[in-house]
């Protein structure tokens, strides 16, 4: 088999697999900080059931995500030596940024969250959430940021055939970086409301006896859902504008794509520079899935009449529709990665002078390797969420009282 090819699979793979438990942990924490923020103002203990509930499914994926980012930054040190020493110097500076933000910042804020329960007060503790959230939302700004440069690249020279940052404000103000940073934000608070709506969906429909606790988390994650979706078609559609602008080839041929192709053919040489028709399908899709999810505007009567819930098909469309905006993320990554082809970054490096100059033996054996770690991964992650789901809001671990140790009797006093 072809190497570039395999080596593009395996980083499909990791990827992907990697994005959807990002997903899953951005969505979740933006629930959290609102569930513990109104525990700790209203002092209502239902929200503290919740918080610890919730959050401890949020600790499950973010803990198993961990591992799969770093299986994603070894494929990317192993398989594309030629993107890191062309544009590593551009490219790695938000990734840089991110890792400190995401690896220091979010994991020492969410440490002492974890084990701060019932030791700090709880403003402190709650400052504690408040700042693992913003830090998550800051780690996916920078790598938004340098996926964007990837998508156009701006801010940078060639020097000795090595592109060099000449300016950082550039970055952060890329064409490409606005609305698909919006896109990804409101895509992950979707997979949160619609996660957290059909738990409690399944635990509404089994009859358990926090009936409730949970009718108030369905509510939060259909408002959630809801809202999420809408801004979802938002961000998605007004990014046909800039995308036309920045990458003509990407969805069409017209003129400028063609005057563009033209000037690639005479630097690079004769190719095939127009995208894979597997970025259109996935768009397609895309969409599709997006109007279908906008329907859950019609299920928010749950939200005020308890009779409809007990009616149960409301709560199994609700149920079946949670594979929807995984698929529809995937989809969009798709769309956006497979569409800048034949380029790790659009007109200025080709894939297949990214690649690391590696036998297809070997990158076969390392895409198998990866995508079975990976499948493991995903696997038991998907397995303890069920497991933990199941088991319902009655004493979950996280946030659990300790133990009173227990005081020895003390032996009568002898009778004189």
């Known amino acids: 088999m072809d190497t570039l090819l395999l080596a593009r699979l395996q980083f499909a793979t990791t990827t992907s697999i990697h994005f959807l438990f990002v997903v899953v942990t951005l969505g979740l924490v933006t629930l959290l900080v609102g569930m513990q923020t109104a525990w700790v103002v209203t002092g209502n203990p239902t929200w503290e059931r919740l918080t610890r509930f919730w959050g401890q499914l949020y600790v499950i994926n973010y803990v198993l995500g961990i591992a799969t980012g770093i299986v994603m930054e070894f494929q990317f040190g192993l398989n594309w030596s030629g993107l890191s020493r062309y544009v590593g110097n551009v490219f790695g500076a938000p990734l840089a940024i991110e890792t400190l933000v995401a690896f220091f910042l979010e994991s020492t804020f969410l440490g002492m969250w974890i084990f701060g329960w019932h030791r700090l007060r709880k403003g402190v503790h709650l400052a504690l959430l408040w700042g693992v959230a913003l830090t998550a939302y800051a780690s996916a700004f920078w790598i938004m940021v340098a996926n ?239 497991r933990h789901a199941a088991r319902g809001a009655g004493d979950p671990p996280l946030g659990r009282p300790p133990a009173v140790p227990h005081e020895p009797s003390q032996p009568e006093p002898a009778l004189a």
């Not at 078609?233 to 504008?241: D, E, K, L």
């Open 148 to 386: 964007s440069w990837l998508q156009h690249p701006v801010g940078y020279e060639v020097r000795d055939g090595i592109a060099h940052l000449t300016d950082f404000g550039a970055l952060l103000t890329n064409p490409s970086l606005g609305m698909a940073f919006g896109h990804v934000v409101s895509a992950a608070l979707l997979v949160g409301g619609m996660l957290m709506a059909a738990i409690s969906a399944w635990h509404l429909i089994r009859r358990t006896p926090d009936f409730a606790l949970f009718r108030t988390s369905l509510r939060i994650g259909l408002v959630t859902a809801a809202v999420a979706i809408t801004l979802v078609q938002g961000f998605g559609f007004a990014q046909f504008g800039p995308v036309g602008a920045v990458q003509p080839t990407k969805f069409g041929q017209g003129p400028e794509a063609q005057a563009l192709i033209a000037e690639w053919t005479v630097r690079f040489g004769p190719g095939d520079y127009t995208p894979p028709v597997l970025a259109s399908v996935g768009l397609g899709f895309m969409i599709l899935i997006g109007f279908t999810l906008g329907c859950v505007w019609f299920l928010l009567p749950l939200l005020y009449r308890d009779w409809i819930i007990r009616l149960r098909f409301p709560l199994w469309l609700v149920l079946l529709a949670l594979p929807l905006p995984f698929v529809a993320v995937i989809l969009g990554w798709i769309s956006r990665e497979v569409g800048r082809q034949p380029w790790v970054a659009y007109g200025l490096l080709p894939t297949e002078q990214a690649v690391s100059p590696v036998g297809a033996p070997v990158m076969l054996a390392s895409l198998i390797g990866f995508s079975l770690l990976l499948g493991t991964l995903a696997v038991t992650n998907w397995v303890l969420l069920a």
